[in-house]
């Protein structure tokens, strides 16, 4: 190790800046959705087999909910825009934006150029964890999903319901592509009830035992027509591990629910980005 220098620990107490201050950030309009929320009817659901993925479809101006129905699951969600699958969740810029797990009054953003949001977390029952003792919170946005490179390249073997197999299979059946071509628009997600955080000795990613049991709940405003997908992680609950068929996994449901007629007069899906792309040429 090099030889730290004399002002090693003045240099260490430098206070942090948050780097990017969200006083501007534009704020849903919370009592509004809530209102509009208490006169909605559920129109669609989908049930998640454990160790698999479904896709399913959410309006602008809907509602979805994603619950733990039978045991502690969690899942990994991703979201694109329903019309144009290049326009999906951004989680690096989400998390730059909120911090490393989501909770009531998030959003989750879209990737460039239109970085904007794409579903705004209304409801979460889980909100009372806050943040433990080991620095572990639940919904974090930063793992990426468990996945057969990795499993490949750490064991040298080939576990085929991993998440991003799960994600890449529920797209490919859905729009009918070729599975490299669904492949890559499988990205980064949202790691719904999972608690995860980083070691405070080592900076390394964990996860635990998820506080999620049946009947708990994830629930999101739609922003945009949505298409989204939801795998039903092999960890279970990730108390011990993931990529493997050793934990016991259980289903997810997710339930879509449609406002009453005139509950959003007052509300218009979010712009595309107001950048105008030039890049200074």
């Not at 953003?109 to 409801?123: G, H």
Request: net charge negative.
């Amino acid at each position: 190790m090099t030889q730290p220098p004399d002002d090693a620990e003045t240099r260490r107490a430098v206070p942090p800046v948050i780097c990017y201050p969200t006083a501007t950030l534009p704020r849903p309009d919370l009592p509004l959705y809530r209102a509009a929320r208490a006169g909605a009817m559920k129109v669609a659901e989908r049930l998640i087999p454990p160790r698999d993925a479904r896709c399913f479809e959410v309006a602008a101006g809907q509602f979805f909910r994603i619950t733990s129905v039978q045991g502690p699951q969690v899942g990994d969600l991703n979201l694109w825009n329903a019309r144009d699958l290049s326009e999906r969740f951004y989680s690096g810029k989400t998390r730059a934006l909120h911090g490393t797990h989501l909770s009531t009054g998030d959003r989750m953003w879209s990737t460039f150029p239109a970085l904007r949001p794409m579903a705004t977390i209304v409801a979460d029952t889980l909100d009372w964890y806050g943040i433990d003792s080991f620095g572990g919170a639940v919904h974090d946005v930063i793992g990426t999903r468990c996945d057969p490179y990795t499993g490949r390249l750490l064991s040298g073997t080939a576990y085929h319901n991993c998440c991003h197999s799960n994600l890449t299979r529920a797209l490919a059946t859905l729009r009918g592509l070729p599975l490299a071509e669904a492949e890559s628009h499988v990205h980064d997600v949202l790691n719904v009830f999972m608690c995860t955080g980083f070691t405070r000795d080592t900076g390394q990613y964990f996860m635990k035992a998820s506080p999620v049991r049946p009947g708990d709940y994830l629930e999101f405003f739609a922003e945009i027509d949505l298409l989204g997908a939801l795998s039903a992680c092999p960890g279970g609950d990730c108390s011990a591990e993931h990529s493997s068929d050793a934990a016991a996994c259980h289903p997810l449901l997710v339930e879509v629910f449609a406002p009453a007629p005139g509950a959003l007069d007052s509300w218009t899906p979010p712009p595309v980005n107001g950048y105008d792309r030039s890049h200074g040429l």
